[in-house]
């Protein structure tokens, strides 16, 4: 995933917050203005209410404002826990909305009084888990109809069902239409956070995927040198000529370690199970390491795909280099071949150490994660003073060729010559 993917779900997330905030905290200011702000403007509303309903009208927009804007600045990690709100705000909102109920049910306004109650609870709502966000909102629709039927009932003035029923209802319904766009949000942000993770990841593992390539080179190129400078050293007075041949096989293993580095940096090396079975025979060979190979004819012309080639070139190349420094081998056998619908890989060695210092490290356990994520699976075992490793992939063998089908025979009624 690229940095241009992240940037683009980055401007989408800052459209979707313009959005929800017009959405939420916007629509919350403008039915306030509206509906509370037409009822102060009222010329027949008395002065008494009107006066303190306005104050308090300014003190619920604002606080209802920035209660939903700080909610939207929050990144709940879970559902359960989506933060607390500032308890000054909060009180403030609330009191305002008590005073915006107060005075309009007084003048028995039965459709006004809850709007301001109603968001005061979805504002609220907003801050609480799930159970006890639902628990709030069923209590404050139970509760919101008993305000209005109560004043209903003492004045007799035959509206009792309007008077218990809509507050209930926009208690409810207004609950329903400041949840729902956060929640789109909350899921949003959680899921671009998702993505960003998900992109350091893959970032990270290819970063340890490239550190395992060149530890494998490296380390590889680095023991085959080390193993024939010793030698070289040893023929240095007992034949010369040999040891400038070795001195020279020094030179070019050398300059391959560099070529193969710097092919790994520009991301263009992709080991092959044949060049390392072949290298490995050289190799051994001038370790005086008798290497048995046996390689299935068959497996050449097997439909393996190039990446299983190459992780297969990856495990050659390891049992190979834990050959040459964990043990003291004398004889290594390595068999390759097509069976089950499986490319089987098997290295192994004697004389190896009583606690083999490969299982120590992390090439094999990298290996075999690498395998295990392609469909196969990477094995070792220590028994004895033998070593083996055994690696297996799914193979794909070509489809077989159908011969082709016999012309029908022809009768004869049909003038073809008997």
Not at 146 to 170: I, K, Q, R
Not at 352 to 360: N, T
């Amino acid at each position: 995933m690229g940095d241009k993917s992240i940037d683009r779900g980055a401007a989408g997330l800052t459209s979707l917050r313009r959005y929800t905030w017009w959405t939420v905290p916007g629509m919350t200011a403008c039915v306030l203005a509206v509906f509370v702000g037409e009822w102060v403007l009222d010329g027949d509303v008395p002065l008494w209410a009107r006066v303190p309903a306005a104050a308090a009208l300014a003190v619920e927009v604002w606080a209802s404002v920035v209660l939903l804007s700080r909610r939207l600045a929050l990144l709940p990690v879970t559902d359960t826990h989506p933060g607390a709100p500032p308890a000054g705000l909060l009180i403030a909102a609330a009191g305002a909305g008590v005073a915006l109920a107060a005075f309009p049910l007084a003048l028995r306004n039965y459709g006004l009084w809850p709007v301001a109650p109603a968001l005061v609870v979805a504002i609220l709502a907003t801050y609480l888990p799930p159970y006890r966000r639902r628990l709030l909102i069923a209590g404050a629709v139970a509760f919101a109809s008993l305000p209005g039927g109560v004043v209903s009932l003492v004045e007799g003035d035959g509206e009792l069902a309007y008077a218990a029923l809509f507050p209930a209802g926009l208690v409810a319904f207004t609950a329903w239409v400041t949840l729902g766009p956060l929640w789109a949000w909350d899921t949003a942000r959680r899921l671009h956070e998702a993505r960003r993770l998900e992109a350091e990841l893959a970032i990270r593992e290819e970063r340890l995927r490239f550190a395992a390539d060149l530890h494998d080179i490296q380390g590889h190129h680095l023991q085959v040198i080390a193993l024939k400078g010793e030698l070289a050293a040893r023929l240095v007075e007992q034949d010369p000529a040999r040891a400038a041949a070795e001195l020279k096989e020094i030179r070019r293993l050398a300059a391959d370690a560099l070529s193969d580095t710097r092919a790994v940096v520009q991301g263009y090396r992709r080991t092959t199970l044949e060049d390392e079975i072949a290298n490995a025979t050289r190799v051994l060979a001038a370790a005086d390491i008798d290497a048995r190979m046996a390689v299935d004819p068959d497996a050449a012309t097997t439909g393996l795909t190039d990446s299983a080639r190459h992780l297969l070139g990856l495990v050659m190349r390891e049992a190979t280099t834990n050959v040459l420094r964990h043990s003291r081998a004398r004889h290594a056998e390595v068999d390759y071949r097509i069976a089950d619908g499986f490319a089987h890989l098997r290295v192994s060695n004697d004389a190896a150490e009583v606690q083999p210092a490969a299982l120590q490290g992390t090439g094999l356990r990298t290996l075999a994660e690498r395998l295990g994520a392609a469909g196969g699976k990477l094995t070792w075992n220590h028994h004895g003073e033998r070593f083996a490793v055994t690696a297996a992939l799914p193979a794909n063998p070509p489809e077989p060729t159908q011969p082709p089908k016999a012309p029908p025979p022809q009768n004869p009624a049909d003038g073809a010559p008997r």
